[in-house]
C-alpha cells in the first residue's frame, strides 16, 4: 500500500505526522517480529505496549516480549506478568523474560541428567564441572541476551503468533541479543570443527550452552548441524524486511538523537531493517507559558536535527502527555495518536499546568 502522508498545520508550524499502521507487514502463516528500541528512558516501554495493544486491537494474536532485565512491562500495562507468555486481554500475550528461571531450568535438566546417569565417563568435566558453568552464566552479563534469544528461536519456530513486538534493553544490551546469531553461528561452526577432530571429548561443551534446546541425544554431529540450521533460519529472518522490522524510540535531545545514530549504524551491519523514527515527548507550544515555549522552540531545532540524521526512516511524532502513560487506557490513547494519526486532545482542553 502507498504511504500518503497527512499533513496537519498549527498556528506555529507545519508538522507532518506519519501513520505508520500501512507499514506493518503480515505474512500468513508467519510471524512477524517487530523490535523497539532505543536509549534508556525514551520511552520504549511505553510505545510497545501501545503498539502490541493496538495490533491486538486490529485482531492479530500478539506476543509482546519484554528483553528488559528492569521488566517495566508489567508496570506499564499493570497487570502482572511472568517469565511464561500468559494472556492478558483478547489477542494478547505478554511475558517478561527472566535469564535467572531460564538458568533455573537449565540447571534442573542438567541435574536430572547427572542423576541418570552418575557413572557417565564420556564426559568431558563432569556434570559438578557443567553445574558450576551454569552458576557462573547465570550471572554473566549476556544471561538475559541468551534467554532472550532462546525465547526468539522458540517463537520465530513455532508461527504461534501473528507478530510478536520486542519491548527490549536499552540500545548496549539490545545490540548484544541482535548479534547473538553471528556469535553462534561461529561458535557452533568451531564446535564442529573440534568434534570432528576430537571426537566425543567436545560433548560435554555443548550442555553449558544455556539457549540451545534439550534433544534426546546431545552427544551428535546431527544435532549440532541442526542448532547450525536454526541458527542460520535465524539469521535469515532477522534480516528478511518482510519478516523483522526495527523501530528506533528517540526523544528530541542531542544525546538520544547521536546514541540513535549510533545505533542505526550498528544494527545496518547486522542487516536488521530500522523503518521508522519515532520521536517521543514532543512538547506543544503553549503562548502563555515562557518555560512551555523556550522548551518548544529547543525541540524544534532538534526535530530538525532528527530529520537530517534520518532521512531514510519514516519520522513520527508522540506528543508529551501531562500525566504518565501507563495503564491500558493511556497506552490505547497513544497508540491512535502514533497509528490513527488522532489528534492529542489534551492541550485543547486543558492547558498543561507545570
Request: hydrophobic residues 40%.
Amino acid at each position: 500500500m502507498e504511504f500518503k502522508p497527512t499533513l496537519k498545520v498549527s498556528l506555529f508550524k507545519e508538522v507532518i505526522y506519519l501513520a505508520f499502521k500501512d507499514y506493518f507487514k503480515f505474512n500468513k502463516d508467519k510471524t512477524t517480529f517487530i523490535f523497539i528500541g532505543g536509549k534508556g528512558g525514551v520511552g520504549k516501554t511505553s510505545v510497545s505496549s501501545a503498539t502490541a495493544l493496538w495490533l491486538a486491537e486490529q485482531g492479530k494474536k500478539t506476543l509482546i516480549v519484554s528483553t528488559d532485565p528492569a521488566h517495566s512491562l508489567s508496570d506499564s500495562l499493570e497487570v502482572p506478568i511472568g517469565s511464561y507468555p500468559r494472556e492478558i486481554k483478547t489477542n494478547l500475550f505478554a511475558v517478561e523474560i527472566d535469564p535467572d528461571v531460564a538458568m533455573e531450568q537449565k540447571q534442573a535438566q542438567l541435574e536430572a541428567q547427572k542423576a541418570a546417569n552418575p557413572d557417565d565417563s564420556d564426559s568431558l568435566f563432569g556434570m559438578d564441572f557443567l553445574s558450576d558453568q551454569l552458576d557462573m552464566a547465570s550471572s554473566s552479563p549476556g544471561a538475559d541476551e541468551a534467554a532472550a534469544f532462546e525465547l526468539f528461536m522458540g517463537v520465530m519456530n513455532s508461527e504461534e503468533y501473528d507478530v510478536v513486538v520486542f519491548d527490549t534493553a536499552p540500545t548496549g544490551h539490545t545490540l548484544r541479543l541482535l548479534s547473538f546469531p553471528e556469535v553462534m553461528d561461529s561458535w557452533v561452526g568451531k564446535m564442529m570443527m573440534l568434534k570432528a577432530k576430537l571426537g566425543s571429548a567436545t560433548n560435554a561443551l555443548r550442555k553449558i550452552m544455556p539457549f540451545m534446546d534439550e534433544v534426546d541425544n546431545p552427544q551428535t554431529s546431527e544435532d549440532l548441524k541442526r542448532t547450525k540450521e536454526q541458527i542460520d533460519q535465524a539469521k535469515e529472518i532477522l534480516s528478511n524486511p518482510d519478516r523483522t522490522t526495527f523501530k528506533m524510540v528517540v526523544i528530541p535531545e542531542e544525546m538520544s538523537i547521536y546514541e540513535s545514530e549510533r545505533a542505526l549504524e550498528a544494527l545496518g551491519k547486522h542487516d536488521i531493517t530500522v523503518d521508522s523514527v519515532i520521536v517521543n515527548q514532543v512538547m506543544p507550544d503553549i503562548c502563555d507559558c515562557d518555560f512551555c515555549h523556550s522548551r518548544h522552540k529547543l525541540q524544534q531545532k532538534r526535530l530538525a536535527l532528527i530529520d537530517q540524521k534520518f532521512p531514510d526512516q519514516h519520522i513520527a511524532q508522540v506528543p508529551l502527555f501531562k500525566d504518565e502513560v501507563k495503564g491500558q487506557e493511556k497506552l490505547l490513547k497513544l497508540a491512535h495518536i502514533l497509528y490513527d494519526d488522532e489528534d492529542n486532545d489534551e492541550v485543547v482542553q486543558e492547558a498543561i499546568v507545570l
